[in-house]
């Protein structure tokens, strides 16, 4: 059990336009979701927390009008990238979490982003 | 600085060598620790969580320090299937979020 699914795994979208990305949980109700970005090279940045039914929670430097999350249902949150530019190209990542399994994350297999 | 700091890298080791990582976080609260793997252009995958007696797994062993605020995990018997980055996780004292150090590379060769 505790399969994330995201969707798409990756795109290419022209600059100025917007892309949405999906995070679902297929076995499980994930009472909190996060999304990470990770650049080449790079450590996981935690963007945001979100918890079903609520306001997500931003991370210092994060837009939260650019990056738009919405957590609507207990196996389902969407990230949207608003007016995406080159430097948002990047691996993003979700993960969530169950109020009845503890600590552990369980993540999903990523959406690589290219902004051309 | 960054709340969670790894050994740069990267390691190459030959098959059936003994490796370590070390890891170092700065938030003195932090509640829970862990190692991840994770393989090119993919997604992280949890190996073990640490815990501050100490604990092993097959070949993999992973300390605690708190005193010291210092993670290490050893892999004994290093198997091609090794090569990946792992990743020092650190889940702080506030929610549930977890902080990820930059990765270390290990690249086991024949």
């Known amino acids: 059990g505790a399969v994330v699914s995201q969707h798409p795994s990756r795109v290419i979208c022209k600059s100025g336009t917007s892309v949405k990305i999906e995070c679902r949980s297929l076995?499980?109700?994930?009472?909190?979701m996060f999304w990470y970005r990770q650049f080449p090279k790079q450590s996981l940045m935690l963007m945001a927390t979100?918890?079903?039914?609520?306001?997500?929670?931003?991370e210092q430097g994060v837009e939260k009008d650019k990056f738009l999350i919405n957590h609507a249902s207990l196996t389902l949150s969407t990230l949207t990238v608003t007016s995406a530019h080159p430097e948002d190209s990047s691996f993003y990542i979700c993960?969530?979490?169950?109020?009845?399994?503890?600590?552990?994350?369980?993540f999903g297999p990523g959406t690589r982003l290219t902004v051309t | 600085r960054k709340e969670v700091e790894q050994d740069p890298g990267p390691f190459n080791v030959p098959e059936g060598a003994t490796v370590a990582f070390n890891c170092t976080y700065s938030?003195?609260?932090?509640?829970?620790f862990f190692w991840y793997r994770q393989d090119c252009r993919k997604e992280p995958k949890l190996l073990m969580s640490v815990y501050s007696s100490g604990n092993e797994d097959g070949r993999f062993t992973a300390q605690l320090n708190r005193a010291s605020q210092y993670i290490s995990l050893l892999i004994r018997d290093s198997k091609l299937s090794d090569s990946a980055t792992y990743l020092c996780v650190v889940k702080g004292d506030i929610g549930y979020a977890l902080n990820f150090g930059k990765g270390t590379s290990l690249l086991v060769t024949p």
């Open positions: 076995d499980f109700q994930a009472t909190t």
């Open positions: 938030n003195s609260a932090s509640q829970s």
């Open positions: 979100s918890n079903e039914g609520s306001k997500a929670t931003y």
């Open positions: 993960s969530a979490r169950a109020a009845d399994r503890g600590l552990e994350q369980y």
